[in-house]
T-cell receptor
């Protein structure tokens, strides 16, 4: 079975400082991992995805994440926070079939991390 | 990128009535659509998976007779909440994917349902 755990429910940073949102995963197979962002009362937007290619994944709006198998982590980072980055962030893993042969198409969401950006 | 719309964006209904939510893929053919619900300050919980032309597959604990899902075409899926109760009040989000994007789902903007 696959799962993701977001280690912080709430992160607060000052504008212009780095952002780190932590996510650990559990999977018997090489996982497909995603980060999504959700602004208040809005749908979800894909920030980036890891699908067993390069371990350092660059996404939109200056975000990136590094897949570390040894640490079972997929932390999201950004060098400099902007006020518009304030939102809810979800780490997500794709559910594989029991034999690990392929993805089912289903996604499992972490509990979310609220990012607050202070001026 | 691919666009998914939902209608309505907000709906208020009285307890005991039914309400239908539409999910449309605007610029691609969605072979699979997913329905999620999200309670305030919580994560998304998958309710069901809907493949075009076949019956939806519901997650454990989701009542299929209460949450009716229809995926009659490659661009439209509907979720009908039957005999709604206040505890059904939630944010309902759909997503869609196709064979070319098996690693990615495109999400709709969500529908806020309030049952009074």
């Amino acid at each position: 079975a696959q799962s993701v755990t977001q280690l912080d429910s709430h992160v607060s940073v000052s504008e212009g400082t780095p952002v780190l949102l932590r996510c650990n995963y559990s999977s018997s197979y090489s996982p497909s991992l995603f980060w999504y962002v959700q602004h208040p009362n809005k749908g979800l937007q894909l920030l980036l995805k890891y699908t067993s290619a390069a371990t350092l994944v660059k996404g939109i709006n200056g975000f990136e994440a590094e897949f570390k198998k040894s640490e079972t982590s997929f932390h999201l980072t950004k060098p400099s926070a902007h006020m518009s980055d304030a939102a809810e962030y979800f780490c997500v893993v794709s559910v594989r079939r029991r034999d690990g042969s392929s993805n089912t198409g289903k996604l499992i969401f972490g509990q979310g991390t609220t990012l607050q950006v202070k001026p | 990128g691919a666009v998914v719309s939902q209608h309505p964006s907000r709906v208020i209904c009285k307890s005991g009535t039914s309400v239908k939510i539409e999910c449309r893929s605007l610029d691609f053919q969605a072979t699979t659509m997913f329905w999620y619900r999200q309670f305030p300050k919580q994560s998304l919980m998958l309710m069901a998976t809907s493949n075009e032309g076949s019956k939806a597959t519901y997650e454990q604990g989701v009542e299929k007779d209460k949450f009716l899902i229809n995926h009659a075409s490659l661009t439209l899926s509907t979720l009908t909440v039957t005999s709604a109760h206040p505890e059904d009040s939630s944010f309902y989000i759909c997503s869609a994917t196709d064979y070319d994007h098996i690693y990615e789902q495109y999400f709709g903007p969500g529908t806020r349902l309030t049952v009074t």
